[in-house]
Each structure stands twice: as C-alpha cells, then as structure tokens.
Nanobody, 121 residues
C-alpha cells in the first residue's frame, strides 16, 4: 500500500488549495480514505473521510462548509478542496487508508502517506 500526498503550499488567509492523494497497491475503491492534519505540538486530527468511493462522507466541524473531499477511482486519487483557509488550518496534512469502515478516527487507519505541508499566512 502506498499513498502519496501533494498540493500543499503557502497561501494567504481566505485562499484555496487542493490536496491530492494518489494511491497504489490496494483495491482503492473499496477502502476508507481519510485526510488528517497535525499542527506542531498538537495531536493528529481527522479532517475529512470518504467511504468506499463516496458512500459516506464526513467532515470535522472545524472544516465543514469550507473543505470538500472527493474521489476519482479511475485515477486512484482522493482530493481535498480547501476554501476560505484560515491560519489555524496550518498543519501537515496526511492521507490515510483502511480496508475497514473508518470515519475520522485516527486509530482506525493503518496505512499513511508522508504528508504535505499547508501554511496559511
């Protein structure tokens, strides 16, 4: 299982970014995929999750209405569209995958990417 995140960068408050997670080595469309983030000195927290190609989508309260998760099974990719970014969204963002039904619980996921940094300043 391999997950590779991309799309992070520096953006001004109010701006937008789209993160991508490209997967390989497992039946992508049958897995739960989650986006998590971790700021310095804080625990890793769930941001958004998508179950088995879109059957169920969940968002953390802090990002609901601003972030959108989507999946393209043909490209084995999951995206996180982030709008109206705030300085408190600054963190390393990680993509995670699980063969079982997972939502935003970090401990449910057993496959992780290396992360992509998002800085809002």
């Amino acid at each position: 299982v391999q997950l590779v995140e991309s799309g992070g960068g520096l953006v001004q408050p109010g701006g937008s970014l789209t993160l991508s997670c490209t997967a390989s080595g497992f039946p992508f469309s049958t897995y739960s995929i989650g986006w998590f983030r971790q700021a310095p000195g804080k625990e890793r927290e769930g941001v958004a999750s998508i179950l088995r190609g879109g059957g169920r989508i969940q968002y953390a309260a802090s990002v609901a209405g601003r972030f959108t998760i989507s999946q393209d099974n043909a490209k084995n990719a999951v995206y996180l569209q982030m709008n109206s970014l705030k300085p408190e969204d600054t963190a390393m963002y990680y993509c995670a995958a699980s063969s079982v039904i997972c939502d935003l619980a970090r401990t449910c996921y057993n496959n992780w990417g290396q992360g992509t940094q998002v800085t809002v300043s």
